[in-house]
């Protein structure tokens, strides 16, 4: 089952900020969040593995609260470059199997 | 290394061809990751890969669609025969490690069966 987001869409101006969430009906082991640019592969932002333990950029900032089964990206102080479709992925468990949600698409304009 | 590496780039056939696709995955990696995106579902894992090996073939969506993994660095995914709704965009990816690790995207095949 794949993870639902929120929003779908968020259109934001230059220095905004933006949340985007993701919830799971399964127990979830780690979430994924990857960014993709239009017409180009996804890349990888962070992972958030059960227990507290956080992989990815510095820049960006993100939360998983396990009993919950959710976890928020957060973009502060947004930049044109942030432009994409975010995914976010659950592993429920600990191995390599990630299943990605639809998406939000975000969009900064100056 | 230059990455993930997909063939082709783009591929137009119609209704009821033969369709393969390619990948070569980043050399060391030893997962390797079949995707197929589109607008409604966002996207979709279809199989993956251990050390060659199909570990998990759930998300292939019909007997039309087949995967293999001959070696280390490369894999294939044929349709056959295909039809107009897979059209999509189909990625692979590979990783490296049994735990939670990131993965590498290829630039993907965009497929239009007419």
């Known amino acids: 089952q794949q993870p639902v987001q929120s929003p779908q869409a968020v259109i934001l101006r230059e220095g905004e900020d933006a949340v985007i969430n993701c919830s799971s009906s399964?127990?979830?082991?780690?979430v994924h969040w990857y960014r993709q640019k239009h017409g180009e592969a996804p890349v990888f932002l962070m992972i958030?593995?059960?227990?507290?333990e956080q992989k990815g950029h510095e820049k960006i900032s993100a939360s998983f609260n396990e009993k919950k089964q959710q976890s928020s990206l957060y973009l502060t102080a947004s930049q044109l470059s942030y432009s994409g479709t975010y995914f976010c992925?659950?592993?429920?468990?600990?191995?390599?199997?990630?299943?990605f949600g639809t998406g939000t698409k975000l969009q900064v304009i100056p | 290394d230059a990455g993930v590496i997909q063939s082709p780039r783009h591929e137009v056939t119609e209704m009821g061809q033969e369709v393969t696709l390619r990948c070569k995955p980043i050399?060391?990696?030893?997962?390797l990751f079949w995707y197929r995106q589109t607008m409604m579902r966002g996207l979709e894992l279809l199989i993956y890969?251990?050390?060659?090996?199909?570990?998990?073939d759930s998300g292939m969506p019909e007997d039309r669609f087949s995967a293999k993994m001959p070696n280390a660095s490369f894999s294939t995914l044929k349709i056959q025969p295909s039809e107009p709704r897979d059209s999509a965009v189909y990625f692979c990816?590979?990783?490296?490690?049994?735990?939670?690790?990131?993965?590498?995207f290829g630039q993907g095949t965009r497929l239009t069966v007419v």
């Open positions: 958030l593995l059960k227990g507290g």
């Open positions: 050399s060391g990696h030893d997962y």
């Open positions: 890969f251990n050390n060659n090996v199909p570990i998990d």
């Open positions: 992925g659950s592993c429920s468990g600990g191995y390599q199997k990630v299943t």
């Open positions: 399964k127990a979830l082991y780690s």
């Open positions: 990816a590979s990783t490296q490690g049994r735990m939670n690790t990131e993965a590498f």
